[in-house]
């Protein structure tokens, strides 16, 4: 049976990658956490320093992650060395790094959501071939051209993604999992509704400047006296954030920790964000939004709404893309954009 490894840093990229994985009912499944080649990287992720990212093997990413994987009872492969298997094929959601250990294998990188702006470090060190990761963002996610194919998640995505180094003939249109379906979270049994919803970023947890009380009394006057919740990042520090949210709104104002995201959105009248994917599903409901991104850009990038078939279409592609013999390139010149695309405005490749 084919092996396939799925690497996952955070609950958003394991949920997605499962849901490839339930398109290839016929292939074996592991998973491992993302990682970097050598001693060096992995004594990184294991001495707690990198603990703020999705490499921390104690991190709150890994911790998500890990009751994910548990309740679905994934099989796990620490690093895709620990069990001495050989893998036929690699979904990957960053590309910063691609660890040396899976490279012989065809690595297929699948888009999370949205990237952090790009910044002039960003496109200094992309420039100079400095390697993305030390950007110490996801700014550059995406851009390595390291992976045989790239999975994305709209056409805006795909030039982005090119026009930072990627071959354009290496990407493919396909809609990503958990961002191609937001009408589906209209159906929820959330029993609040008709409020501001504010979803806040970790920035500050990946040492990034975050003013936060000043972004908190905007959020206030955005709310204009309506009722207004907030859902934190998974990778923030609660107390400070809860303390800091309490201290602009009062004690009884309403936090989720933990809660589905997706619905909040769903129920809400208006949505708040910094730096977070999340404004996409709200954009794609017709909510009214604020991000840091500028609307045109949004616009421009945002995810296929393809009815959640993202999952499907990604599988496909690797359940044929593993016995093709020839590069990622000249498989994606092989199909017909039909095949894969209800609407045929969108292109297997951008040239």
Not at 11 to 37: A, C, M, V, W
Not at 50 to 70: C, Y
Not at 84 to 97: A, E, K, P, R, S
Not at 188 to 197: F, G, K, M
Request: glycine letters at 8%; charged letters at 25%; a neutral charge.
């Amino acid at each position: 049976m084919r092996k396939v490894l799925h690497i996952v840093g955070s609950l958003n990229q394991t949920r997605q990658l499962y849901k490839i994985s339930q398109s290839l009912p016929d292939f074996e499944h592991y998973y491992t956490q993302y990682f970097g080649s050598g001693k060096v990287f992995k004594w990184i992720a294991e001495s707690g320093i990198a603990d703020f990212t999705i490499m921390g093997t104690n991190s709150a990413f890994r911790m998500d992650q890990k009751e994910f994987l548990e309740s679905v009872q994934a099989k796990y492969d620490y690093r895709g060395t620990t069990l001495g298997n050989t893998y036929d094929l690699v979904f990957i959601c960053g590309d910063m790094i691609v660890p040396k250990e899976i490279r012989y294998s065809k690595i297929i990188f699948i888009q999370e959501g949205m990237t952090d702006p790009v910044s002039w470090r960003s496109r200094f060190f992309n420039k100079l071939g400095v390697p993305a990761w030390m950007t110490g963002d996801t700014s550059l996610n995406g851009c390595s051209n390291t992976c045989d194919i790239y999975c994305v998640a709209s056409v805006g995505y795909g030039r982005f993604f090119s026009s930072m180094g990627t071959d354009s003939k290496k990407i493919v249109v396909t809609g990503i999992p958990n961002f191609d379906d937001a009408v589906s979270f209209l159906d929820n049994d959330l029993d609040i509704r008709n409020y501001v919803l504010v979803c806040t970023s970790d920035m500050r947890e990946v040492g990034k400047k975050d003013n936060r009380i000043d972004f908190l009394k905007r959020c206030k006057k955005l709310a204009a006296g309506r009722d207004i919740v907030f859902k934190l990042h998974p990778n923030e520090k609660p107390e400070r954030a809860e303390s800091e949210i309490k201290s602009i709104f009062g004690e009884n104002v309403t936090i989720y920790k933990k809660a589905n995201t997706d619905h909040l959105i769903a129920n809400c009248d208006e949505l708040i964000t910094q730096y977070s994917s999340v404004v996409y599903i709200g954009m794609a409901l017709g909510k009214k939004v604020h991000s840091y991104f500028s609307m045109k850009e949004l616009m421009e990038r945002l995810p296929v709404q393809n009815g959640g078939t993202s999952a499907h279409k990604i599988a496909s592609i690797g359940r044929e893309f593993v016995d093709f013999k020839g590069s990622g390139i000249e498989f994606l010149q092989s199909l017909k954009p039909i095949e894969y695309f209800q609407n045929q405005e969108f292109s297997l490749s951008y040239e």
